[in-house]
């Protein structure tokens, strides 16, 4: 399905922006000792943001989002780690002997990636989960179409007590069938 309303790409793309920034943020922390400033954090938050929702206009595939959020996860993985640099040379921290000095752990990256593969899939889960629930929605509760789709919500009605007779007629069509008019079936004796 595809033509995703503002509502809908926007609650997908904020979903996706927190979980790529928390774990890129987690990760980087776990890597490095020092986790990202919170600047960082936002500024990464908006970027991701607003690229999932240029990117959410339709279901994607686990592939599709597996590629996505590894990407970002690079991606932030670099801004932070440069943020970090930056910092480090503005202010650069003192160490204190006895501390231990933040060394990159040899695993980190392999980590990283099957941390991002996990929440990819759980992704994936939500996903699927979410156009599931809008298509059963939309089934049963057809107004909702306009919230999902973006469509205008069908015509507008008249007061109360009155009604148009563009929107009487396809009732009274729908109802032509379903309903008899008074009195016995016909064919059917009544007299003893």
Do not use: K
């Amino acid at each position: 399905m595809s033509d995703a309303s503002p509502a809908v790409r926007s609650l997908r793309a904020a979903v996706f922006a927190a979980v790529c920034v928390l774990l890129a943020a987690a990760a980087h922390g776990l890597a490095t000792g020092e986790p990202p400033v919170p600047a960082a954090d936002g500024a990464g938050f908006a970027v991701v943001f607003a690229v999932g929702w240029l990117l959410g206009g339709r279901e994607r595939s686990l592939p599709g989002i597996g590629a996505l959020t590894l990407g970002t996860q690079a991606g932030l993985h670099l801004a932070f780690g440069a943020l970090r640099g930056r910092a480090m040379a503005a202010m650069p921290p003192i160490h204190h002997p006895g501390m231990p000095m933040a060394h990159p752990h040899p695993h980190a990256m392999s980590a990283h990636v099957l941390a991002a593969l996990v929440a990819s899939w759980c992704l994936r889960r939500g996903e699927a989960a979410l156009w599931s629930l809008l298509r059963w929605a939309v089934a049963f509760v057809p107004g909702l179409a306009a919230w999902w789709r973006d469509a205008p919500a069908g015509p507008v009605r008249p007061a109360p007590g009155r009604m148009s007779p563009a929107v009487a007629r396809p009732r009274r069509l729908l109802l032509r069938y379903a309903v008899s008019g008074r009195g016995p079936p016909a064919g059917l004796s009544y007299t003893p």
